[in-house]
């Protein structure tokens, strides 16, 4: 029985990366099941049984994409000790992942602004681990800084809505998002820290 789970589980993750590839060319609104599943490889109601509709599908693949911007946070930060640093590498690594979705963020439902806000109420908040991490490098940053704002998970959030401003600048005009890394950080830590 476990290794039937395994094999279902291992199923799904491999799907969900084809799926996502395709929805990250051709959007999530236009998208058909049966184009996904022709692009997976495998039948319309193969697909239907792993995810039981397009919906599903999508909020699936946010979470898997979630999941692994988490592990390579992580990764990096077994490297990254300083923790100004590691939130500017939270910053750089956001805006990567975000350039390589371009298609799919021009999506309207995708696109939407308070797309992750309604899934964070709405399913459970996948990204809660990722501000729970970055929540715990402001409370370090408290140790050597005064912070206007002693909710360090308040802190996260904000610099998570923060940081969208960025990307939805970029959305529209077609900046290098990576070029505002600095300036998003520097501007988001003159916002947080109190001046002595």
């Known amino acids: 029985m476990a290794i039937k789970k395994k094999v279902k589980e291992y199923?799904?993750?491999l799907v969900l990366k084809s799926a996502g590839e395709f929805l990250e060319?051709?959007?999530f609104e236009k998208a058909k099941m049966a184009d996904i599943a022709s692009y997976c490889?495998?039948?319309v109601g193969a697909l239907y049984n792993l995810f039981p509709s397009k919906e599903d599908l999508f909020y699936q693949y946010v979470n898997y994409q979630i999941d692994l911007f988490y592990k390579e946070?992580?990764?990096a930060y077994e490297y990254i000790k300083e923790p100004r640093e590691r939130i500017k590498f939270f910053i750089k690594l956001k805006f990567q992942k975000f350039m390589q979705k371009r298609a799919l963020l021009k999506d309207t439902v995708a696109g939407d602004p308070l797309f992750f806000a309604?899934?964070?109420a709405n399913k459970g908040n996948p990204a809660a681990?990722?501000?729970e991490l970055i929540a715990k490098e402001f409370e370090k940053i408290s140790k050597e800084v005064d912070l206007k704002i002693k909710d360090y998970e308040k802190i996260s959030y904000l610099l998570n809505s923060f940081t969208y401003g960025y990307i939805e600048y970029w959305l529209i005009n077609d900046k290098n998002l990576l070029d505002f890394v600095d300036e998003a950080y520097e501007l988001f830590m003159e916002g947080v820290v109190l001046k002595n």
């Open 118 to 120: 309604k899934l964070n």
């Open 41 to 43: 490889g495998i039948s």
């Open 11 to 13: 199923k799904r993750e």
């Open 25 to 27: 060319k051709s959007g």
């Open 129 to 131: 681990l990722i501000y």
């Open 73 to 75: 946070l992580l990764q």
